[in-house]
């Protein structure tokens, strides 16, 4: 009996030792906001390709980009794109250098709570950078008030609450800042984790959405995804073309649309403030980052066939999970760079 | 480990005679030795902890040096990072959960050890107990849901109108801030001091409350007076037990503390801890500089767990020569 369930267990180890080498795995790592779109595709590809398994580790973008420098995954992912410095590292380090594909983007919103007021609220970009500067101090400023006729505003302080820990959302939102108020990139600047001139941190989306519920005359700024999947009020925001938009898919894809026509060759591209009437303007891109330069023919021929498919069928999977697709030009012009992959 | 590795081979004057065949044999080498191996391990993990710190932090220790300790930017973008405002945070929130906790623990420990029936007193242990198990992000949770709201509500507002006078109550009320951490964190420390206390009470001898007794002192005077001082040195010992917690505690921490590295006297200001900035600011940070300092700030704490225990044991070995000279006169 004993030598029977031996057997078994032998041949059982066999097998799934033989399985597992028919299956080729690639590991990646990297941005939080993405992971529920990539966990599908990479659940989807899976069922088309069950050879190929890939897995995903949300650990957040600085980890991402760490880890694909130390060469520990197979391709990072990141909601920030990698800095000249960064890639300077990787360049030294393993002799070529790594290539940005965007995925799908993102916006982020602002979003508030002031007691009697149900409008939706238009914020021009001076209004909220002074507010997260701490020079807009009341509801009732006339930096809000005059693009907000008919909204009674209350004479109240303003509560900022900000992403306590370092995220992708900080980044967009910061970069926008940055980008409209000359005042803000001197003294505070673009980052995943900036040094907040004021406010309250809230532990990721749901701590600033929770701080914001809870406290009256509170403003916050969270992931379009998640304020629509709770159904949370958020402020259209002023555009470049001088249009308030109110954050949609469709808008963000605008937004995209319009920077793909001055879209770089290694699609480091930020597309805050994006030009266009129609465009969001606190909208970004998400990227996975890959080696140039992949040694191993099997993982390079996955790789590639992988993001082909994400570039085509794998956009479709994108607005039911409140992702926006990207625009044509972009996946073209991605198609065109992933022959650079070698 | 120091017991562990004596008491072995002095087990019995035959010990010395045996050939260390036999002695393998009969197991009492390889219990030796595998059990030594156990305990040096702790030695080993804490050796290591402080060397990973020490290497991983050396960018950040040579740019900034001492001055990390005394500078109180932390400022990402521009690679400015110093320690003080969370060296201050975790200092503050933690005397403030002490100043709350010791008094309702020890007094809460004193009822159940000496004043209420044993069947009453086993069942609240129960719970205690349950308490001290609860995982601490749900006590993060019940500080959003519950404490913040009536911190900003009514805690906070009232404080301001009657002691708003003290530095300590200035400012508008958030609800979330130092206050509302300390408060947090005297809830999840409170468990600790009961249970520990109350062991330590019962176990005080049964003559010394009834020599108290004999003499003719209230119940309340032999617990007071004989009893607790008996029992100090192991109530000091949990309330040190409860502090450790209380400076290396994050979840909680992070979800009440309001996050924000500022030095303020008001105790109804935001601000942040060692242990909260670094589990929200690490998954994420970007640039060498940036996560070193995080590093740096764990071996900071480290540091100052380290310092604080040291206190604890000198504080221990004081109060016991004191607390015996006055049990044993």
Redesign the interface.
Known sequence: MKRIVGIVLVGLGLASFLLARATLSITGAGATFPYPMYSKWFDEYHKKNPSLEINYQS?????G??QITEGTVDFGASD?PMTDE?LKTYQDKHGFGILHFPTVLGAVVPTYNIPGVTASLNFTPEALAGIYLGKVTKWNDPLITSVNPGVNLPAD?I?VVHR?????TTYVWTDFLSKVSEEWKTK?????????PV?????GNE?VT??VK??PDAIGYVELIYAESNKIPYGNVKNAAGVFVKASLAGVTAAAAGAAKAMPDDFRVSITNAPGKDAYPISSFTWLLIPSKISDSAKRDAIKGFVSWMLADGQNYAEALSYARLPKEVVAKEKQALTNIQ | MATTSTTVPSAGPLAGSRSLLSRLRDGDEIARLITFLFAASVVLITVMLVYELWQGSALARHRFGLSFLRNS??????D?FGALPFIYGTVVTSAVALLIAVPLGIGAAIFLAELAPLRLSDTLEFFIDLLAAVPSVIYGLLG?FII??LM?QVVQPQLKRFLGFLLLFRG?A???GFLTAGVVLAIMIIPYIISVSREILLSVPRDQREAALALGSTRWESTWKVVVPFARTGIIGSIFLALARALGETMAV??VI???PIISSSLLS?G?SIASVI???F????GELY?QSLILLGLVLFLLTFILNGLARVMIVVTSQRGSGMAHP
């Open positions: 650990i957040g973008s600085g980890g980009i760490k920030g960064q302080d509560i306590a820990e370092s995220s992708g505070v600047g673009k980052s995943t984790a900036v040094k907040w406010g309250l941190g809230g532990q701590g929770g701080t809870n406290t | 930017v932390w400022d990402p973008v521009f400015q959003i913040v709201p900003r508008p958030f609800g979330l992070t979800m309001g996050n924000t935001p942040d589990a929200s600011q998954k994420e940070a970007t996560t």
